[in-house]
């Protein structure tokens, strides 16, 4: 058997080229083999027919392999680029992000030291500082997501105000963030209400007011898109708060801050330059291929928290020669560069063209909304604020809207997301594809509509 072909190098584009057709005509084999936003019925019959591909670990290698598992995945793949999968924050990737994706996963740098990465790490100080500029901040770090993110900014303030620091947060909160706290042991965060959704100034002071410790013992989280709702709580109010009980603040903007690129929305964040720490994220409102997360910081100095010295990687005679030292830049060691995609897109868009995609989709949730409220069949639960919309067949149980949820899922005819707010379910239509059109809205209505008649 010959050497399997290198990636890279300078046979590196003739060998990828061929294999390039393979993957490109094995999706859509896959997507036409898949025939809706989703594989049709459930998960008995996706594995079935992953499992027909054949062993993942065969005796003798396949030479199909490719073909084959690419076909497979498509096949059974969710398709954020369908405008029936509107379920999550999971939005279809822009072509020439995903081309430059290639690109890195090709040269395969690891932005652990200098040596192995020299102009990837220096494009991604570029863009951090750009994107950290855009929202009021000095710095920025690449994550994995909101995740990573939210993680990172409460280990920064452990860091600057001690192990005893507590997370105040609302009930709307991502489900990341109390569990940072547990797994830095910090003490149980406290939650407060958002009664409304959003987080409650009057119970926020409230708390804040009631918690013991000297000044900066506190970090408040707001958050700047919901994953519910996509709702945005009232930072001034929140930052004027945290400014009053000398709190630390942290917003969570990993859905909302792609508003930042909007001249008509970004309005919304209003306060966000008064965090000291922002979580965004690329691969929701900013059309990139997993993973595109981004802490950002109003003050560097915090980041001297994460300093390292591994001698093999940036000992103190190369970092005094003037090579960069990249350990401080994450937690993780081998990282690659997820800010070329992110770099490529930002340069090809610039803010005007990201900003139209921003408008396109909150037009459309918009329009999705009046479709909602003009329909007797519906109920809607507000007006959307950014580009998520929250509806519910009416008169119907909260048990038969979630078999509705689960039947489409099982045709693979449509993927919509489920939210429990004021008590009830609703369906959740997170709408993330600039390419979706009105009658693609009237379709989704109508897929639902049929299936609450279904039984489930």
């Excluded at 010959?2 to 590196?12: F, H, M, N, V």
């Excluded at 997301?417 to 959740?428: E, P, S, T, V």
Aim: aromatic share 2%; net charge negative; glycine share 8%.
């Amino acid at each position: 058997m010959s050497t399997p072909s290198l990636a890279s190098g300078p046979e590196g584009h003739r060998a990828l080229r061929p294999l390039l057709d393979t993957v490109l005509d094995a999706l859509a084999e896959g997507a036409r083999a898949r025939r809706g936003p989703l594989p049709a019925g459930g998960p008995d019959a996706v594995a079935a027919r992953v499992r027909a591909a054949g062993d993942v670990l065969p005796q003798d290698g396949d030479p199909d392999a490719l073909r084959t598992l690419v076909h497979a995945l498509a096949e059974g793949a969710a398709d954020p680029a369908d405008p029936l999968c509107a379920a999550h924050l999971h939005c279809p990737p822009l072509a020439v992000a995903t081309a430059a994706d290639l690109a890195a996963s090709v040269l395969n740098p690891s932005l652990d030291s200098w040596d192995q990465a020299p102009a990837a790490s220096e494009l991604e100080a570029l863009v951090t500082r750009a994107l950290a500029r855009e929202a009021g901040a000095c710095d920025a770090l690449v994550t994995t997501g909101g995740t990573e993110s939210n993680q990172l900014a409460l280990l920064l303030a452990r860091e600057a105000h001690g192990a005893g620091v507590r997370l105040v947060c609302g009930a709307n909160a991502h489900h990341s963030l109390p569990r940072a706290a547990w797994l830095l042991g910090l003490p149980d965060p406290v939650i407060v209400p958002a009664p409304a959704g959003t987080l409650d100034p009057a119970a926020l002071d409230e708390a804040l007011t009631a918690l013991p410790g000297p000044h900066g013992s506190v970090v408040v989280a707001a958050t700047a898109g919901t994953t519910d709702a996509g709702l945005i709580d009232p930072l001034p109010e929140i930052a004027a708060l945290c400014s009053a009980h000398h709190a630390r603040l942290h917003i969570d903007a990993a859905y909302g801050g792609g508003l930042l690129f909007s001249d008509r929305h970004r309005g919304k964040l209003a306060g966000l330059d008064r965090a000291h720490t922002i979580t965004l994220d690329l691969h929701k409102l900013g059309w990139q291929p997993v993973a595109a997360g981004i802490l950002a910081v109003r003050h560097p100095r915090d980041l001297a928290a994460l300093t390292q010295h591994a001698d093999y990687l940036n000992a103190d005679d190369d970092t005094a020669a003037g090579l960069p030292d990249l350990l401080g830049r994450s937690l993780r060691t081998t990282r690659r560069p997820d800010v070329l995609k992110i770099a490529v897109t930002l340069k090809t868009l610039g803010r005007t063209g990201l900003g139209a995609l921003v408008d396109q989709v909150c037009d459309r949730a918009q329009e999705f909304a009046a479709l909602v409220h003009e329909h007797p069949g519906f109920e809607l639960h507000d007006r959307p604020t950014i580009s998520t919309v929250l509806f519910r067949p009416a008169h119907t149980t909260d048990d038969a809207i979630a078999a509705v949820r689960r039947e489409l899922l099982h045709q693979g005819r449509a993927v919509l997301g489920r939210a429990r707010l004021d008590g009830r379910l609703w369906l959740k239509a997170t709408l993330l594809n600039p390419h979706t059109r009105p009658d693609d809205l009237a379709t989704l209505l109508t897929l639902v509509e049929k299936a609450t008649g279904e039984p489930a």
